[in-house]
């Protein structure tokens, strides 16, 4: 029984080592940390960077674009989550993203005499992600937004304002429902 466990994990690891192989080659702008698990399949486009920290683990169909920066941390889970990016989207360690999706760009201008113009500077802010943080199914997490450590936001939750560290945020708008005492 041993043995065959042990070559069991040596094909997962050498599975995953040729799946970061076949990424890093594909897509020169991303960077992969030691032990990093494809276990589904990573697209990036318009010409966003993307760097992944150890260890972490991406399910599914995660999918990066833009043409900004995205910094994930090590420990990390991505199933079928979505990254715009075209300022900065900062992703701390140990976090957990659901089917979810992280837009730092409103692609259209506010006002009603721009809205048809190129999208201006104020579209855009960088949005910061802590350590530990979950993030639900269904979740929307708006430019310029700051999630602080050990948070959770609920499945179907727009985050459009700052979270403090240490609660659960759920709705739309966003209301907390609960705060971990420590």
Not at 3 to 32: C, D, E, I, M, N
Not at 52 to 63: A, E, H, S
Request: contains cysteine; glycine residues 10%.
């Amino acid at each position: 029984m041993g043995s065959t466990t042990r070559r069991h994990g040596l094909l997962l690891r050498t599975v995953f080592a040729v799946k970061r192989g076949y990424y890093r080659l594909r897509y020169p702008r991303l960077q992969l940390g030691d032990d990093v698990e494809i276990r589904g399949r990573v697209r990036l486009r318009r010409g966003v960077r993307v760097t992944i920290g150890d260890r972490t683990r991406l399910n599914k169909l995660v999918r990066f674009a833009g043409p900004g920066e995205v910094q994930i941390g090590a420990d990390c889970l991505l199933n079928a989550t979505w990254i715009g990016s075209w300022t900065t989207v900062e992703v701390g360690d140990r976090c957990l993203l659901s089917d979810c999706e992280l837009m730092d760009n409103d692609f259209h201008n506010l006002p009603p005499q721009l809205r048809h113009e190129p999208a201006t500077a104020l579209t855009r802010a960088p949005i910061s992600v802590g350590e530990n943080v979950w993030i639900g199914a269904h979740a929307l997490v708006m430019k310029g937004v700051r999630i602080g450590r050990d948070s959770v936001v609920g499945a179907g939750t727009i985050v459009r304002t700052d979270v403090p560290d240490g609660v659960v945020v759920v709705g739309n708008p966003q209301q907390i429902v609960k705060t971990f005492d420590e």
